[in-house]
């Protein structure tokens, strides 16, 4: 994968469908002479200076003219690839723009796979994997943040802080591989010490840069927030209150949702995918018994559950049954109807057990403060009113969160990311506690390795070749 030579790939880079302009990419070292076989327009792109477009058609192999474009010409290496490059801008719409790919793999190009050109940036220099990656979460960004956060990154705003965390590893690496040419007496605990610091140094710079990666992960990748409990509470009118919309049908009949309802909503700038499901009860209709099988699975597989219960009628044994499924560090009791109760005053904690997470008698949970466990998160509202809603959103967000701001600028947003960076903190660790310990400095050294490593896992240097094809194949293709 790395060294890959530089043959001419094209693909559509246009989405294939109804549209203004549809754009066919051509990259390589033949990129300009490709497309000169192709190309009738008023001078030869072979003499065509370096980003500048040209009008003419396309013609294939019979002298059939194809479409009508304009082709910009940008030469190497001031490209997104690096490599020649030449789009041609057809007419929009699902044909023009797959006959003009069609004319330019007959004259010498080969389709490029998912996200091919982009992979060329890396291999070229123009972009670290973390750049690259940025470049997949523009695409796939559901938010206007996420679109702000990956463009950051596409910047280089992480790059940056991951070059100045390498200078401080490999500092610390360097003194610690120094140690093993020294004699025990020539180490002094002073000189262990200090080394320890240059390690803490490093472990300090990991944590700054987890610092709310949960607030950036769930931008980019958004939470799924299932809407369960038994038939009749409101939850289809809670999902059209957190959508604005009508979007499921409500009626006064238990037993209305068969199968789960998804739409996504965007709260403060996390998409939230929302999953409105049948109400629980045991049922001999066939089509209800498996919503409510798949109501379970919602639950079972969602960020965070929303418990939703009808305050005019309190907590019944109905309720009860469904909380028993729930995890409640994962659950959000919502107390719906409030315009009609009269008075049902919070404690529901007290009413309803869940399957795990603390509840309220489960002093087996470990924390020793059970009055304080015993208080589930609760929002009261009335869905028909819309009242209460944004409270509702408030309390979403913080849950998820871990009442973390939301405002907050995370460096990371990547699990990918994420993970490399906690095995770069623990192998520096180990080396730390190996030193303090005197142990050779042959085996601190080894950590403090993998933690380098691990490190450049991030950026691209020492990312293994099947975690790049399967960065890559997230790609769309042209891109
Ligand atoms: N007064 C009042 N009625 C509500 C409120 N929310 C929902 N309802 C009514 O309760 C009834 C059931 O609402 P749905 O949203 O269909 O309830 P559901 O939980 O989705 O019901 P199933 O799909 O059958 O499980 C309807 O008549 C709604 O108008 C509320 O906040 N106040
Ligand atoms: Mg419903």
Known sequence: MRAAPRDTIAAVATAIGPGGIAIVRIAGADAVRITDTIF??????????????HHGHIVDAAGREVDEVLATVMLSPNTYTTDDVVELGCHGGAMPARRV???????????ARRGEFTERALLGGRLDLVQAEAVADIVAAKTPRGLEFALGQLEGGLSHRLAALRDKLLA???EVESMIDFSDEDIGSSTVSAIADLGRACCRAVDDLLADSAVGAAVRDGISVAIVGRPNVGKSSLLNALLRRERAI???LPGTTRDAIEETVDLDGIPVRLIDTAGWRSSRDPAEAEGVERAK???????LVLLVI?????????D??????LDQSRTLVVLNKMDLASGMRGEVGRELAFAGGGGSDSSSSGLDSAATVSDVSSVRVSALRRDGISELQRAISSMVLDGRALTADPAVTNLRHMDALRRVKAGVSRAIALLAKEAPPELAAIDAAEASSALGEITGETTPDDVLRHIFARFCVGK
Request: aromatic share 2%.
């Open 40 to 53: 009738r327009g008023t001078k030869r792109l072979s003499d065509a200076s370096s980003h500048t477009v």
């Open 101 to 111: 790919l069609e004319v330019c793999l007959d004259a010498g190009a080969r389709i």
């Open 172 to 174: 610390f690496r360097a």
């Open 250 to 252: 409500v009626t006064a």
């Open 297 to 303: 699975a919602a639950a079972a597989g969602a960020d």
């Open 310 to 318: 009808d305050s005019s009628t309190g907590v019944g044994a109905e």
């Open 320 to 325: 009860r049954a469904v909380a028993e499924h």
